[in-house]
Nanobody, 124 residues
Framework: QVQLVESGGGSVQAGGSLRLACAAS????????ISWFRQAPGKEREGVAA????????YYADSVKGRFTISQDNAKNTVYLQLNSLKPEDTAMYYC?????????????????WGQGTQVTVSS
């Protein structure tokens, strides 16, 4: 049973930073894709960034390139998402999700394991 636990959300002003963490357990960490998604009220869930835990390849949505950085600590089975230069439009519930390395990193329908989410609120 895959378990994912997010932490690190909060409220910041525009231009600020946050670091989210996704602690993973219950499966072979090194052979998976872990993605961060976000969902704002009334909007669809969108892929933000992903990392392939085996080789370390990373992927980003255009809206966050240059501002967000995804990384991992293999010893802790934890994936991080560093959020810099935050904008009010980044306000959303952020979720991490895991799947095998097959298919798109940003299609939420391909992910069967999800964390509970952590709220990020950016004020102007």
């Amino acid at each position: 049973q895959v378990q994912l636990v997010e932490s690190g959300g909060g409220s910041v002003q525009a231009g600020g930073s946050l670091r989210l963490a996704c602690a993973a357990s219950g499966y072979t960490y090194s052979t998976n894709c872990i993605s961060w998604f976000r969902q704002a009220p009334g909007k669809e869930r969108e892929g933000v960034a992903a990392i392939y835990t085996g080789g370390g390849a990373t992927y980003y949505a255009d809206s966050v390139k240059g501002r967000f950085t995804i990384s991992q600590d293999n010893a802790k089975n934890t994936v991080y998402l560093q959020l810099n230069s935050l904008k009010p439009e980044d306000t959303a519930m952020y979720y991490c999700a895991a799947k095998k390395v097959v298919g798109s990193w940003s299609d939420p329908q391909l992910f069967g394991s999800w964390g509970q989410g952590t709220q990020v609120t950016v004020s102007s």
